[in-house]
């Protein structure tokens, strides 16, 4: 996706890496990294790989193609799914409110994730200092962490086209 002779320095090579990226505010994001020091390339990138498989608003379809999908057993993750879909649907509760109650899940389970990484949730383990960096080829760290918090709260700069 990324075209090697892209200026990444410059407003407008950034802003057309973002745009061929799918954000729907490439020069906002471009802007950002320049600007704030920010990398927003980075952080945008692994926030659109997490979330690239989000359930769509309007896919209502979803609802009866994971009730017809069910080839779990009983203590396989997720298995308990299906049951719960039919449940609900029995009990005469919309798809849309299905689907707006998995992409809340989705939401917050994506909001606590980088509420891990960014260290500003705290949670007893053994390893308390950690985050996420880029890495180039040669798997070396980049400069600054990815950092994702701030962008979780506005994913509509997040969404993609």
Not at 60 to 79: A, E, F, T, Y
Not at 93 to 112: G, M, P
Request: contains cysteine; charged residues 25%; hydrophobic residues 35%.
């Amino acid at each position: 996706m990324e075209q090697e002779n892209t200026d990444k320095n410059s407003l407008e090579g950034l802003t057309e890496i973002f745009r061929q990226a799918g954000a729907l505010e490439p020069e906002l994001w471009a802007r950002s990294q320049l600007n704030e020091g920010i990398n927003q390339l980075s952080r945008f990138s692994f926030l659109k790989g997490i979330t690239s498989e989000w359930l769509k608003e309007d896919d209502l379809d979803w609802v009866n193609n994971r009730i017809q999908q069910d080839n779990s057993k009983p203590g396989d993750p997720c298995s308990q799914l299906p049951k719960a879909l039919k449940e609900m649907l029995d009990k005469n509760v919309s798809k849309e409110a299905i689907v707006d109650l998995i992409r809340v899940i989705q939401f917050e389970t994506l909001f606590h994730v980088c509420s891990t990484i960014d260290r500003t949730y705290e949670t007893d383990t053994p390893v308390k200092d950690w985050s996420l960096y880029q890495v180039d080829q040669e798997v070396t760290l980049s400069a600054s962490s990815v950092g994702c918090m701030k962008v979780c709260w506005n994913l509509t700069h997040l969404e993609t086209k």
